[in-house]
């Protein structure tokens, strides 16, 4: 790999091939395990679930349908 100068104005490092692949750095949790504890927030369908492997809590909405976006 070969780096650039670096400086509070130039912090950049140059590389010479992009990496291969990038790992998330969290996973999306299991649909399966999401039990629904709370209703939508606004327009769109969704609501807040609760992971029941984790514990942890989403707000989770649905896309728009793309005929609702010509109206």
Do not use: W
């Amino acid at each position: 790999m070969k780096s650039v100068t670096t400086s509070p104005l130039n912090p950049v490092e140059k590389i010479d091939s992009p990496p291969t692949s990038v790992e998330p750095q969290t996973k999306a949790p299991e649909l399966s395990n999401l039990t629904k504890i709370g209703n939508q927030k606004g327009f769109n369908p969704g609501g807040i679930y609760h992971d029941t492997t984790t514990g942890k809590k989403y707000y989770i909405k649905e896309a728009v349908p793309k005929c609702r976006l010509y109206f």
